[in-house]
């Protein structure tokens, strides 16, 4: 047994049973991989994945228990390569953060200026997606640390750990009339903004289901005339008179955006936690627990080592609380 077998046999699952994707991920030829699953299976005594002639189609009863002790033992091997990297190389390295657009663009900023600043020699490396693609990326090992919102709590195989609570708000031009009659004092009512085309986030992105989940309770269908996963889109096709933007609370900057007013909206819509998510049984080098503490000071290394602790003992995956 050895660790091209294994992995072999992990990128095969990943990969959809396409054996040429599988070559190509491993770098090498696709009867070298079909050879590493049989010469695997023979070792076991077991057949690991169901054949339709020289296609494989999925995994069989023994392959869906032999997966998952094959994922441990990669994961295992990949830790020990981490720890011995982390005491050789001290302070140098690679980080990778997996983030959501806003997370990225408006809430990382200032953790990354300060930990570059203390960790010059650490290169860090950022990747997009939406929060489905960030837990898959951790859980694929392609990212160290990922930071979006409640999908991270909900992923067998994470611990995610709350940073911090934000509303949404309205996002207007400067002379439209939910605007002045903010400025005349007049709370905004949930049927009062579904009298506008609203433009907001993708369903999946920034706490969109809170804004549904709303609507909803009061029997109210609001027209949402444009979805997108970016709050910069949103606020520009305001500006250009579209419609009512509702966007995360972090995304609208007073001094920046100074084609826009924003409305408060946090009696309307249900407050949304932001996430960072490890990995399950993932080994963290010592500049990780720095970046973390960054962008999130309550998650301290003793804290965040406690919340591994306990999902490595058995706890639940997902959601932890300080």
Not at 192 to 208: C, N
Not at 236 to 248: D, H, I, K, N, P
């Amino acid at each position: 047994m050895n660790f091209q077998q294994l992995r072999s046999v992990r990128e095969t699952v990943r990969r959809g049973f396409n054996l040429t994707e599988v070559a190509q991920a491993l770098h090498t030829s696709q009867p070298g991989v079909s050879r590493q699953i049989r010469e695997l299976e023979t070792e076991l005594g077991v057949e690991i994945f169901v054949r339709a002639g020289k296609r494989l189609t999925g995994l069989t009863a023994p392959g869906e228990v032999v997966l998952p002790i094959v994922e441990r033992l990669l994961s295992d091997a990949d830790n020990l390569r981490r720890a011995g990297e982390d005491f050789a190389a001290q302070d140098r390295g690679t980080l990778v953060i997996a983030a959501t657009h806003s997370q990225a663009r408006y809430a990382l900023p200032p953790a990354v200026r300060d930990f570059r600043a203390t960790h010059p020699q650490v290169v860090l490396q950022m990747h997009q997606g939406s929060p489905q693609q960030v837990a898959q990326m951790l859980l694929s090992g392609e990212a160290d640390i990922g930071i979006a919102t409640e999908v991270l709590a909900e992923t067998a195989g994470l611990v995610a750990l709350p940073c911090y609570r934000w509303t949404h708000v309205v996002v207007v031009p400067p002379d439209h009339v939910l605007a002045r009659e903010a400025e005349q004092g007049r709370t905004l009512t949930l049927r009062r903004l579904a009298d506008f085309p609203l433009i907001t986030y993708e369903g999946g992105y920034t706490g969109r289901s809170h804004i549904d989940q709303a609507f909803a309770r009061h029997g109210l269908k609001p027209d949402v005339v444009l979805a997108a996963m970016d709050a910069d889109v949103i606020k520009t096709y305001v500006e250009l008179g579209m419609g009512v933007g509702l966007v995360a609370s972090i995304a609208y900057d007073e001094s920046r955006d100074l084609g826009l007013r924003a409305i408060d909206t946090r009696h309307l819509f249900a407050a949304s936690m932001t996430r960072l998510a490890l990995r399950r049984g993932s080994y963290l080098r010592r500049y990780a627990y720095e970046f973390i503490r960054c962008f999130a000071s309550p998650l301290t290394p003793a804290l965040v080592e406690r919340a591994m602790r306990e999902a490595a003992a058995g706890g639940d995956d997902g959601g932890f609380e300080i």
